[in-house]
């Protein structure tokens, strides 16, 4: 293959990473596990590029051949816990994701500031623990501690919050015309 | 599930949306790592052209040299596959790790480092600057606590964070479960076994991946059960002068542990403040 074609592929991979990348985030549980498929489904990408259909979108490609290397990591593995989710989730989750792309913007990182303003549009507790969680990077006991809650209260508090972000992230693409 | 899915789908988008930065320079590192890899891989088979075609042309003889060289790159990789497999189990196994800047001068620090597995750990420095810390990780939550009394407590589970805090203290995760290294050896190495009965041999020698990862890693093992008894990893001279250029893990023994022993709650005093990690 030729350096024109590298070239092609390394343009396609850098586009697509961060949908890729969340895909295994969500996928893995062991951050050493993402970047050992994510590296592994380059290199499984580029020996089949040949099989890859340009009239298909190359995202849920490599995401596919992303979920067969990280299915068979988690079979080696035997006991240890490698997935967070079953096939059906997965396929939820590969669903999600196709969502997420949908919204209006050129890259990923374009589409992160509808999730901003999902955000934006919570109520002040919620926000609250949502900065405390992901910004300042806090365990749910010391969330509770800040807003006044146990420990089990404000991860409650953080499912709902995020179920809510998912729901707005769902409510902008119906009202810009995308799927749900 | 389907809500589970979600639930982890947003919660990563949560932490792009907050460390916009840290996502990107991660993301551009596996990006870069892959394509590395695949230039590696196509580089060493341009490489291997010239010498295959030699070998046609030698016919017979190069046909038994392949297929001993295959035998012998087989019964590596075979092996560095079994040790990944052992160093898995949750069998609980006490090693001494001692961290050296070069062979000669005295370590940099000593520590008994206890393993379960690939999700547990406890470590505790045995003397020198890190007598008395204790690091472990639990799980999805790490832990590190200072020897002085009444100091606070760092818990967090942020992975890339312990790691940061750690790379201040010249260490990794990546250099200190037996695991994560066999792991690496499946990957970025070329192997070579050697030898046989409680000291059996298998030498990597780092082909790709990055350079912070051990230039070789020499590992003894006991062929009956594929413990590792003794793991030795040399660093690059071109890493920063404070970093490490050898690590050394000796076997110390194998007694079983429940998982509690590592947890959390019994690692860190109830007296001790417990903090996070901040951006």
Known sequence: MGGHQRRLFEALVREHAQALDLFLRALLRDPGDVDDVFQEALI????????????????????????????????????RPVLTLDAAAIDALEARIVHV???????????????GRCVEALPERMRDALRYRYDDELGANAIGERLGLTG?????VLERARARVADCIRRRLAVMGGTT | MTEEAEDRLVSALLHDLAHPGRARERRDRRVDAG?????????????????????????????????????????????????LEVA??????????TIQRNAVRAPIGRFRLDLSGDDVMRMEGLDGRFEGLVLGRDGDVF????????????????????????GGREMSLERLVVADIVSSLL??????????????????TRTSGPRTRPRTVDVTYRERDG????????????????APRQVRFDLLGEEPRDRDWFSVDVNVPADRQRVGLRR
């Open chain 2, 88 to 97: 898995r189990e949750d069998a609980a196994r006490r090693y001494e790790v």
């Open chain 1, 44 to 79: 499984v990408a580029w020996r089949r590029l040949a099989d890859y259909d340009p009239e298909r979108r190359f995202g849920p490609w490599i995401r596919g051949i992303a979920r067969r290397i990280a299915l068979h990591r988690a079979h080696a593995a035997g006991a």
């Open chain 2, 227 to 242: 413990v590792i008894v003794r793991l030795s990893l040399k660093f690059g001279r071109d890493l920063p002068p404070r």
């Open chain 2, 35 to 83: 394509l590395r890899a695949i230039d590696e891989r196509l580089g060493r088979r341009a490489r291997r052209r010239p010498v295959a075609a030699a070998l046609a042309a030698a016919a017979a003889a190069a046909v038994v040299l392949a297929l001993v060289f295959d035998a012998t790159a087989t019964d590596a990789t075979a092996a560095a596959e079994r040790l």
């Open chain 1, 101 to 115: 792309e949908s919204l209006p913007g050129e890259a990923m990182e374009d589409r992160l500031e509808h999730v």
């Open chain 1, 152 to 156: 089990p209260n404000a991860r409650k």
């Open chain 2, 187 to 204: 990957d970025d190495y070329d192997l070579e076994a050697s030898g046989g009965g409680d000291g059996a041999r298998l030498v990597a």
């Open chain 2, 143 to 166: 832990y590190a606590v200072p020897p002085r009394q009444g100091a606070p407590a760092l818990v967090t589970e942020s992975r890339d964070g312990f790691e940061r805090w750690l």
